[in-house]
């Protein structure tokens, strides 16, 4: 048997979705020894969804305890606006929670040692250090779901900026456009999440559509319809892709969520509209994430076994 490094030993990862959790019990090699998937309690407040927060870590923590697991850490990654630094959920349209001390309340709870971290911050974490961003220093990760928000890389560190960096998709890209979850007007998220694809195909069609994967369907079968909107989101993105490509010249731009499912359907169409707006700019390659819907996971798995390593950082802090 090949010598494990930690065996014996494993982290808790938890991330926290708008409509599912997914939990882990991950090894150093992050190596899931064991994976469980809850719904969210969304609809019924935030309260309601803390409370399964708490279960599930205590859930799985037995399960740790039970194969004989030491646990070291438990990492959680949640939506919204994440402050690492003071582990505080600052703000979450999608859950409801307004400036709580996460990692504390969940620390008590569960008796764990709890790291708080950002869902897609963390999935852009995971692709840096097991996917698609291994090796590069400056990246910005897309995820393209219900929402869309981006996870900052320069020069090999995680931009944070008290948790508020990183939102892409409030970049408003159709002035006095549809109004947005965040209370502005023509936002990025409006026209190119996947959500608001579909919702797109069926104002314009009438027609419902289970999803924007139905519409990446229709635009393959040549519908004119899915191919406009299709367009319209491919030209959105692009735009606020040049955006973020010119302030932070990422060498690489990696495509993640339920809308990167569509693969080159989504990748060339964004490859070539990005590259007629550049000009002088560093071209970053756009790729696919690679980690699927595990990334935020992994991602809260990495935050776990950091926290149980000092690092040269923390070593030098005061
Ligand atoms: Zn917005």
Request: charged share 20%; hydrophobic share 45%; with cysteine.
């Amino acid at each position: 048997m090949p010598e494990h490094r930690g065996a014996g030993e494993c982290v808790i990862a938890l991330d926290v979705g708008g409509t599912g959790m997914k939990g882990a019990l991950l090894d150093r090699d992050l190596k899931p020894l064991l994976t469980l998937r809850r719904p969210t309690p969304r609809a019924a407040g935030p309260d309601a969804v803390l409370a399964e927060i708490a279960a599930t870590l205590g859930e799985l923590a037995d399960r740790a305890t039970a194969l004989g697991l030491t646990i070291r850490q438990a990492g959680v990654v949640v939506p919204g606006i994440v402050d690492e630094e003071s582990a505080r959920a600052r703000y979450s349209a999608n859950i409801g929670w307004r400036d709580l001390p996460l990692a504390e309340i969940l620390a008590e709870r569960t008796a764990l040692p709890v790291t708080l971290g950002h869902d897609v911050r963390a999935g852009g974490y995971a692709e840096s250090v097991l996917g698609a961003a291994r090796g590069a220093r400056d990246v910005l990760f897309v995820a393209i779901g219900t929402g869309i928000a981006a996870a900052v890389i320069s020069d090999g560190r995680p931009v944070r900026a008290g948790g508020y960096a990183g939102e892409l998709g409030h970049l408003v890209v159709e002035p006095g456009g549809a109004p947005c979850g965040c209370g502005n007007r023509g936002c990025l998220e409006t026209v190119a999440s996947a959500s608001a694809v579909a919702a797109a195909y069926t104002a314009r069609t009438g027609r419902a559509v289970e999803g924007a994967d139905q519409v990446a369907a229709l635009v393959e079968y040549g519908d004119p319809d899915a191919r406009a909107v299709w367009q319209r989101a491919v030209d959105a993105l692009a735009a606020a892709l040049a955006v973020a490509g010119t302030l932070l010249a990422p060498e690489l731009i990696v495509l993640g969520g339920g809308l990167a499912e569509a693969d080159d359907l989504l990748l060339e169409p964004v490859r070539a509209a990005l590259a007629s707006q550049l000009t002088f700019q560093r071209r970053p390659r756009v790729v696919r994430a690679v980690l699927g819907d595990e990334a935020g996971c992994l991602g809260a798995g990495l935050y776990a076994w950091d926290a149980t390593a000092p690092s040269t950082a923390k070593a030098l802090a005061p």
